[in-house]
């Protein structure tokens, strides 16, 4: 059974850092690329980043460039994601995501809401 379990959001005051966690299981977790998206109240799901199945290549979105950091441990089948310098409208439900060209597996979400 495939999951991609997300964790580590929370609410953060602008300014401040979260580092968000996938766990995955069920799958051959170092054959294939991840990446994080998120998904604001009203919008639709955005790429924030992704990073290759050896971990040797990232990509990220303009907006979060030089703030966010996309990392993988295939040891541990599992993939980070660093947020420093939030934003309020980085405030979105984050999934986490795994695909090759058989397959699409999507995280079940975790809320980041920065606020003061």
């Known amino acids: 059974q495939v999951q991609l379990v997300e964790s580590g959001g929370g609410l953060v005051q602008p300014g401040g850092s979260l580092r968000l966690s996938c766990a995955a299981s069920?799958?051959?977790?170092?054959?294939?690329?991840m990446s994080w998206y998120r998904q604001a109240p009203g919008k639709e799901r955005e790429l924030v980043a992704s990073?290759?199945?050896?971990?040797?290549?990232?990509n990220y979105v303009e907006f979060v460039e030089g703030r966010f950091a996309i990392s993988r441990d295939n040891a541990k089948n599992t993939l980070y994601l660093q947020m420093n310098s939030l934003k309020p409208e980085d405030t979105a439900v984050y999934y986490c995501n795994g695909r090759n060209y058989l397959h699409n597996y999507w995280g079940q979400g975790t809320q980041v809401t920065v606020s003061s």
């Open positions: 069920g799958f051959t977790f170092s054959n294939y690329a």
């Open positions: 990073i290759g199945s050896l971990g040797g290549s990232t």
